[in-house]
């Protein structure tokens, strides 16, 4: 019998830290963005419930590799506070929340 709460189509990857150790990483999703001619991917640590509260990370695919389909290679960190508001705007997005809350907080560190 399966179980049906593993979702056999998720997508894990392994990042290697600097110290050599290895995490694994479930695939929240990817997206490629014209305006900055980079592809992006978000993960989470792997293993995560669906109720617990996770960090999830950023990072640019290399140069050429398919959102659709990564091929694996030198995850790049995204530089630009440009590209951050970018990538949270597309996760607000994909999670459909609307800008109300970050709006404000915007407005507030402005005064």
Do not use: C, H
């Not at 979702?7 to 695939?27: S, W």
């Not at 293993?47 to 659709?68: H, R």
């Not at 290679?73 to 929340?97: A, C, Y």
């Amino acid at each position: 019998m399966q179980n049906m709460a593993e979702d056999p189509t998720q997508q894990t990857i392994t990042l290697v830290d600097e110290n050599g150790d290895e995490t694994l990483y479930d695939v929240f999703f990817t997206f490629k963005s014209e305006d900055f001619d980079r592809s992006y991917i978000l993960i989470y640590p792997a293993g995560k419930k669906d109720d617990d509260e996770v960090e999830i990370q950023a990072y640019a695919l290399p140069a050429g590799d398919d959102p659709s389909d990564p091929q694996g290679g030198e995850l790049q960190p995204i530089q630009t506070d440009k590209e951050w508001d970018m990538i949270e705007s597309v996760l607000n997005t994909f999670l459909g929340k609307d800008g109300d809350q970050n709006d404000q907080a915007q407005d507030d560190d402005q005064k």
